[in-house]
Each structure stands twice: as C-alpha cells, then as structure tokens.
C-alpha cells in the first residue's frame, strides 16, 4: 500500500474487493482513507462519513458568508464581462 497526505492509502481494486470488511473497519475506526486504483488509475476513495460532512460536504464558514454577500449585493448575478471589468476598474485605480 503506498502512502498519500493525510493518512490515504493507496490500493488496488483488488485488494479493495477482497478486503472490503476490514478497510470498511480501518477506516471506521481510525478514521483512515484509502484511494483505489484501477489499472494504475485512481477512480475512487473510501473515508468515514464523519471525514466526507467535515472535509467535503461542508464549505468553509467564511466562503458561505461570502456567497451570502455576494447574494445581498446582487454580485452573484455578474458576467464575465462585467467581473472583468470590475478587475480592470479595480486595477486601474491603484
């Protein structure tokens, strides 16, 4: 198994469907990943569904007070065109 951040292991597709059990265990009890590759690739991950809410369902606090912002000042409704030219104004400015 070779290693990644954040405790991720990687293993085969293989080794996933003839360990399942005791990955399933391995991650509910020590809160471990595992990245399971197929062919060399990797096309998945396991991790505990406390990981998955807190890492990846969650956004950041400040990021959502941003978004609400952006949604009160009526920002979240600019094109392209129109942030472009926000950044070219902005830039100018300095």
């Known amino acids: 198994m070779k290693e990644h951040p ?6 085969s597709a293989l080794v996933a ?3 399942l ?5 391995r991650v509910k009890k ?4 595992f990245m399971i590759n197929k062919n060399g ?9 406390e990981d998955y809410l807190r890492n990846i369902v969650k956004q950041p606090k400040e990021l959502t007070k941003l ?4 949604k009160k000042t ?3 409704k600019l094109t ?3 942030i472009d030219d926000e950044i070219k104004a902005f830039r100018e400015s300095r």
């Open 6 to 11: 954040k405790m991720t292991k990687s293993i």
């Open 17 to 19: 469907r003839t360990q």
């Open 21 to 25: 059990g005791q990955i399933l265990e």
């Open 30 to 33: 020590n809160q471990e990943r």
């Open 41 to 49: 690739e990797a096309t998945a991950v396991i991790l505990s569904v």
């Open 67 to 70: 978004q609400e912002q952006a």
């Open 74 to 76: 009526g920002i979240d």
């Open 80 to 82: 392209i065109e129109e």
